[in-house]
């Protein structure tokens, strides 16, 4: 009896663990699949995204080329050639100054598209070449080709019209014998027609293999390569056929694989004025193609398998109890100790009255990197910068990242001064350029200093008092600011101003507006008004605009003040314009505003409880604003063209908007930044950009305002180069209405001559 329940008992704990390692087993086999899911999923993720930005700076390359085709159409040379006395023959053989012009224009294009121009020159309607460049230099009139009829852009252009870019299919270049692709525009003037036209070399569009992952651009027509990241560039496609399935496929886009590879594809299919049919692919080594066929194993080595999972498990159980901590004490970017272990860290340097000091270190304009380059070179960037950091970091010190563009030094023992020498070593390592793929990048940092016992005896004051020191040391635009209890602008602090300024917008005495006039360059009419915003504070005085408004900016107060600043100007346009002085005012939206989609509807709601014309009121932006989520914005600043208000881009230049936003934005003006504007007349750089700008508003169909105008001299090169409206001291400060309506009524009184005289009106009126 009791054999027979030994057996049923070993019986039965067989069983149990038969049917446990089955259990195992089929445990191991699902994780198996599901990791093997879970990469490839993964691989098309990153696949796919590699692929928006190739067909992104595919689709910027041909918005850029068609924009400058435009602006160089534009070059009145080449109306001068057509309207100088004499045949086209004539002014060809004679050549002279007027010819050297035209060169002159072509070869600009080189400094647009350095080191990709290969060959540009100006057509006549009949074929005979009037003038080219090759590689940058003017070919000899001899050299000229008589016939470019037959050339496969000549036709397409004319049929096109003036204004219309063409963009013709890849070839090879007769003159250059590179593969290339090229852009012609029409050009007419005095009854004669011709047109412009340059190539670009088709290799410019080759990006580097990166990450294992290679960019591709095949003919959709042949599915061959024309442009890839491994091979040579060429216009009949290399012998690599693995692409022909595309072809056949026929698809405009998805994932897919071909052959061993991964592939993310998108087709660019050809238009009105862009011949090229192209597909734009994406490509990896398709993740555990030969792995995926080895699943079919036998059961033998599934028990195997099994087993040894048993042996490894309590290894494995340890290496995930680490793994897991240093998840929650570890970044998982840079590998460097986040927040909680730094703090961890200074409190164990901290004990017994122990010296010690803490830095913080900020990324200057880390967030355009972000929103111009992508946040995968953004990451890429903050890995350099830990390195570099835990390379120059003396021995025993922790080095941790604390934020998205922080990092925190920890100097167990160190004093104050010490400390500073080591914060100086640190930001000068930071200060040497860092190459991210293809770009260089050189980044400025900022940095706060506080040491023990001086400055706190406690993780957490040490740490708010160093956050504080790099406060003071942004603001003040120094490199290291160690902390002082005397500028501490501590977070009470800021929260007592914003009170205050809450309060403010229900006063009637302390936000108020003033006003800096607009002057039309041409005539000396006063074209508007920019309203600025002032906040005189009962305890602490006149509190400046940039100390304020970015706090509000930071915080939901951002709507209330928007909406008492546009109550305070429509209101006082409405006065003027009741007095018959209708005078645009023009107000400075936040990017708070610009994404809100019910804001049209109450500055709508406002002019019309006013009474106040719509052409009365204009608002500002900066491009940064925009970029910082396009489509709303976009979406926003339509509503508001629609309803008649006017839109400007405000300090233009120093944001990062690309051409194709540029084209897409709905605005009627153009305002150059002051900082260009002031040292145009010292720098030859800002007077071609400020030249460059008023070329491109014009060509945009926008009118343009040069900012910071504070002398005759400027005004008077404005005017030479067509700039249509001025603003700046040397016309009048921002001032309150009172003020305004006196300084109008003086202006207005005086003739043109006295209003455009060195003396007109002072610097410090």
Known sequence: MMIGRSAI?????????????????????????????????????????????????????????????????????FIDFYQAPGTTAEKIATGGPLLERVN??????????????????????????????????PVATKNLRPDETKMSYFAPTL????????????????????????????????????????????DSLRLPATSGRVASIIDASTGGVLVDSRTATTITGNDDDSFIPLKEGGKLAGITTLGDRRVAYQRLPTATNNANDWYVAVSATAFGLGWSRGLSVNSLALLLGALLTILVSGVSWRSHTRSVRRAATHDPLTGLPNRALFVERTEVALRNGRPAAALII????????????????????????????????????????????????????????????????????????????????????????????????EADALLRHADAALHLAREQASTVQQYDASNDTNAANRLELLGDLRRAIGADDQLSLHYQPKIDLAGGRVTGVEALIRWQHPRLGRVAPDQFIPMAESTSLIRPLTSHVLDIAVRQAKDWSDRGMPIPVAVNLSTRCLLDPHFPAQVFDLLHRVGLPVALLKFEITESMVMTDPEKALAVLRELRSGGISLSIDDFGTGHSSMTYLQRLPVDELKIDKSFVQAMGDSHGDAVLVRTAITLGHNLGLSVVAEGVEDLAAVAALRELGCDVAQGYHFARPMPAEDFDQWLSDYSGRSYSARHSANAVPVDA
């Open 104 to 137: 002159d224009a072509l070869a600009y294009l080189e400094q647009l598209y350095p080191g990709r121009v290969g060959e540009a020159c100006f057509v006549d309607r009949d074929g005979s070449q009037i003038a080219r460049i090759d590689n940058g230099l």
């Open 159 to 202: 049929a096109l019209g003036p204004e219309r870019d063409y963009q013709t299919k890849a070839y090879q270049s007769p003159d250059t014998h590179n593969a290339v692709i090229s852009n012609s525009i029409v050009v007419s003037a005095a009854g004669h027609t011709g047109m412009v036209h340059f190539e670009i070399a088709l």
């Open 9 to 77: 008992v070993r019986h039965a704990r067989a069983a149990a663990f038969l049917a446990g390692l089955l259990v195992l087993v089929m445990s191991v086999f699902t994780s198996v699949l599901a990791t093997r899911d879970k990469q490839v999923t993964s691989q098309d993720h990153a696949l796919d995204l590699a692929l928006q930005q190739q067909v992104a700076t595919v689709r910027n390359y041909f918005a850029q080329s068609r924009a400058i085709a435009e602006v160089l159409a534009d070059n009145p040379v």
């Open 362 to 457: 900020n990324l200057q304009g880390f967030r355009n990197v972000n929103d111009v380059l992508g946040h995968r070179h953004g990451d890429l960037l903050l890995i350099q910068v830990a390195e570099r950091l835990s390379e120059a970091a003396p021995t025993g010190a922790t080095v941790a990242r604390i934020g998205a563009d922080d990092f925190a030094v920890l100097l167990p023992g160190v004093d104050l001064e010490p400390a500073r020498e080591t914060a100086d070593k640190l930001l000068a390592a930071l200060h040497h350029t860092f190459l991210i793929d293809d770009f260089q990048l050189d980044v400025e940092a900022n940095a706060g200093l506080a040491a023990a016992p001086e400055h706190g005896t």
